[in-house]
């Protein structure tokens, strides 16, 4: 039995308010726990006033941009919140940004003051002097600031006392509360502008299909840059007088380890992830942890099941994107549907539509849009780029640029990236059905499969494979193996071993990237090994 929304939700519709409310409601009750310690809300509230404090003797005021440059920690979160008391704008950037995305970022969003961990300081370095900051403000975990240049201050000298909430502005839930700029998978990245009703809309709805309940704790080792730990982890816990929980950063090797440790309940997995962690050397403490859910995008049908029995958990499937909430459609569960990603939430109506944008029927493959069902519950804008948001939000849908479909009862299912599918001879065809019969090879650890251009129009098929630690496998025993399990025109046409797979900080391929790169050493045409893909009789 899932825990019932509070009525109490209903009036928060600004992180300010919720922050203020649920201090007093819950007074020392865990807000966020790490191996670093525990926060209370209380301490939560008290220390994001004290850093407001600190933010608004540095000039920032309604309106201004404050950037974080920081791993997972309590301090992320109080930075964040205190930008937001005093009216100003979060700015997150991923932490594995260096050079040109870096100075791009920070210049595009106008952000005056950053704040970085001492670790990344050295790429922001490198192209201060060419963006717009007035200030940079250090943050070391580990509390050491000897070193600090002379150019930096010390995160510590910004918690100085409290400032009076009475004397702040007061949030509207129009107000953007942060700019999440997007992965960059597919192009230069944009600033999606999130107003602070979209993080209490979108963690509303995911607490109706979650099955809390009142000792519930949210761990993520996603990064608080990204919507999913904010609104799936952070804001679904606060939002019910929950716990959540995070660690700096990703490791496989001990995520379950992590969990148990820091009493999860409840985990937020992305498709690479699952795998990852299913690739995992079975171990005999697989089962020895507190975690019942696990909230998943984009978990494979063939994994699904040994997953959840390898692991003693329920997997919940869904969807979502930074524009329209990371989580937008989401099973049910008592009425979970393998392979699907669930039904739409309650703040947000969907269709599958055609190229000419009308609707489709069910088990017809088509483009997922979807528009908010309340005010101010989707994103506001592309920050300072006007074209691109009327034409994603063309027709009044927002376009997901997702081809999915839907059964007779409603559910969705998704199928593949509109922008990655891979046009060769006049047929379609999605990279996942590639990647999924490759990474079946005893040898495979994981696949990207891009469409490269084919000397006789569209593409071919590339397929780039990492192997597994100390695996060695021919090119023609991988082509054979495809060939043997996919329809002529899916095998592909070259392959190139890869010593890791270029991801986003989210754990996203970035397909982009090996989409444009000239062959390498590596990279093997099928003609050359002599090997004919014939097609069936007909």
Same mark, same amino acid.
């Given at each position: 039995?899932?825990?019932?929304?509070?009525?109490?939700?209903?009036?928060?519709?600004?992180?300010?308010?919720?922050?203020?409310?649920?201090?007093?409601?819950?007074?020392?009750?865990?807000?966020?726990?790490?191996?670093?310690?525990?926060?209370?809300?209380?301490?939560?509230?008290?220390?994001?006033?004290?850093?407001?404090?600190?933010?608004?003797?540095?000039?920032?005021?309604?309106?201004?941009?404050?950037?974080?440059?920081?791993?997972?920690?309590?301090?992320?979160?109080?930075?964040?919140?205190?930008?937001?008391?005093?009216?100003?704008?979060?700015?997150?950037?991923?932490?594995?940004?260096?050079?040109?995305?870096?100075?791009?970022?920070?210049?595009?969003?106008?952000?005056?003051?950053?704040?970085?961990?001492?670790?990344?300081?050295?790429?922001?370095?490198?192209?201060?002097?060419?963006?717009?900051?007035?200030?940079?403000?250090?943050?070391?975990?580990?509390?050491?600031?000897?070193?600090?240049?002379?150019?930096?201050?010390?995160?510590?000298?910004?918690?100085? $006392?409290?400032?009076?909430?009475?004397?702040?502005?007061?949030?509207?839930?129009?107000?953007?509360?942060?700019?999440?700029?997007? !992965?960059?998978?597919? /192009?230069?990245?944009?600033?999606?502008?999130?107003?602070?009703?979209?993080?209490?809309?979108?963690?509303?709805?995911?607490?109706?299909? !979650?099955?809390?309940? $009142?000792? !519930?704790?949210?761990?993520?080792?996603?990064?608080?840059?990204?919507?999913?730990?904010?609104?799936?982890?952070?804001?679904?816990?606060?939002?019910?007088?929950?716990?959540?929980?995070?660690?700096?950063?990703?490791?496989?090797?001990?995520?379950?380890?992590?969990?148990?440790?820091?009493?999860?309940?409840?985990?937020?997995?992305?498709?690479?992830?699952?795998?990852?962690?299913?690739?995992?050397?079975?171990?005999?403490?697989?089962?020895?942890?507190?975690?019942?859910?696990?909230?998943?995008? @984009?978990?494979?049908?063939?994994?699904?099941?040994?997953?959840?029995?390898?692991?003693?958990?329920?997997?919940?499937?869904?969807?979502?994107?930074?524009?329209?909430?990371?989580?937008?459609?989401?099973?049910?569960?008592?009425?979970?549907?393998?392979?699907?990603?669930?039904?739409?939430?309650?703040?947000?109506?969907?269709?599958?539509?055609?190229?000419?944008?009308?609707?489709?029927?069910?088990?017809?493959?088509?483009?997922? *849009?979807?528009?908010?069902?309340?005010?101010?519950?989707?994103?506001?804008?592309?920050?300072?780029?006007?074209?691109?948001?009327?034409?994603?939000?063309?027709?009044?849908?927002?376009?997901?640029?997702?081809?999915?479909?839907?059964?007779?009862?409603?559910?969705?299912?998704?199928?593949?990236?509109?922008?990655?599918?891979?046009?060769?001879?006049?047929?379609?065809?999605?990279?996942?059905? *590639?990647?999924?019969?490759?990474?079946?090879?005893?040898?495979?650890?994981?696949?990207?499969? *891009? @469409?490269?251009?084919?000397?006789?129009?569209?593409?071919?098929?590339?397929?780039?494979?990492?192997?597994?630690?100390?695996?060695?496998?021919?090119?023609?025993?991988?082509?054979?193996?495809?060939?043997?399990?996919?329809?002529?025109?899916?095998?592909?046409?070259?392959?190139?071993?890869?010593?890791?797979?270029?991801?986003?900080?989210?754990?996203?391929?970035?397909?982009?990237?090996?989409?444009?790169? $000239? $062959?390498?050493?590596?990279?093997?045409?099928?003609?050359?090994? /002599?090997?004919?893909?014939?097609?069936?009789?007909?």
């Amino acid at each position: 039995m899932g825990l019932e929304v509070l009525e109490a939700q209903e009036d928060y519709h600004d992180l300010p308010a919720l922050l203020e409310g649920k201090a007093k409601k819950n007074e020392d009750r865990p807000a966020v726990r790490t191996d670093t310690g525990v926060l209370s809300y209380r301490e939560l509230y008290q220390g994001s006033l004290k850093v407001a404090r600190g933010l608004q003797e540095r000039g920032v005021g309604p309106g201004e941009k404050v950037a974080l440059f920081l791993y997972n920690c309590p301090e992320f979160l109080q930075t964040w919140y205190g930008t937001n008391l005093l009216g100003g704008v979060m700015v997150p950037l991923n932490t594995a940004l260096k050079g040109e995305l870096l100075r791009y970022e920070l210049l595009d969003s106008d952000a005056k003051i950053l704040v970085s961990d001492f670790r990344l300081y050295p790429e922001v370095a490198k192209v201060r002097a060419e963006t717009g900051l007035a200030r940079v403000v250090g943050f070391d975990p580990a509390g050491r600031y000897e070193e600090i240049p002379p150019s930096v201050e010390a995160f510590r000298d910004l918690l100085g $006392p409290p400032v009076q909430r009475s004397g702040l502005p007061r949030a509207q839930p129009s107000d953007p509360a942060s700019i999440l700029y997007t !992965s960059g998978t597919t /192009g230069p990245p944009k600033g999606v502008v999130i107003p602070h009703e979209k993080y209490l809309s979108t963690a509303r709805a995911i607490s109706t299909r !979650s099955e809390l309940t $009142p000792e !519930s704790v949210l761990f993520t080792e996603l990064p608080l840059f990204h919507c999913n730990a904010q609104e799936m982890s952070t804001h679904t816990a606060l939002l019910n007088d929950l716990t959540v929980a995070f660690t700096e950063w990703f490791r496989a090797s001990d995520y379950w380890e992590a969990a148990r440790r820091l009493g999860a309940t409840h985990v937020s997995l992305l498709i690479s992830m699952v795998n990852v962690l299913f690739k995992q050397p079975p171990r005999p403490s697989d089962r020895e942890h507190g975690v019942r859910v696990a909230l998943t995008a @984009g978990t494979q049908k063939g994994i699904w099941r040994p997953f959840e029995e390898r692991f003693g958990l329920k997997i919940v499937e869904l969807y979502g994107m930074t524009e329209c909430g990371c989580t937008t459609l989401m099973n049910p569960p008592d009425r979970v549907r393998l392979g699907s990603i669930g039904l739409p939430l309650d703040f947000v109506e969907a269709q599958v539509v055609d190229e000419g944008d009308r609707p489709v029927g069910p088990g017809t493959r088509g483009e997922l *849009v979807v528009r908010p069902r309340r005010p101010y519950s989707m994103m506001l804008e592309y920050y300072k780029k006007p074209e691109q948001t009327v034409e994603a939000w063309r027709n009044l849908w927002f376009h997901t640029g997702d081809y999915v479909w839907r059964d007779e009862d409603g559910y969705y299912y998704f199928v593949e990236r509109k922008k990655d599918v891979i046009r060769r001879r006049g047929e379609n065809i999605a990279p996942y059905d *590639v990647e999924q019969v490759l990474n079946q090879h005893p040898g495979v650890f994981e696949t990207v499969v *891009v @469409g490269v251009p084919s000397p006789l129009g569209e593409e071919d098929v590339k397929a780039f494979v990492q192997l597994k630690p100390g695996a060695r496998v021919e090119p023609r025993e991988l082509f054979e193996f495809a060939a043997e399990r996919l329809p002529f025109f899916m095998v592909p046409q070259s392959l190139e071993f890869i010593s890791e797979v270029p991801k986003t900080a989210n754990q996203k391929a970035q397909r982009y990237l090996l989409r444009s790169r $000239p $062959p390498g050493p590596g990279s093997v045409d099928r003609d050359s090994l /002599g090997i004919q893909v014939v097609r069936p009789p007909r």
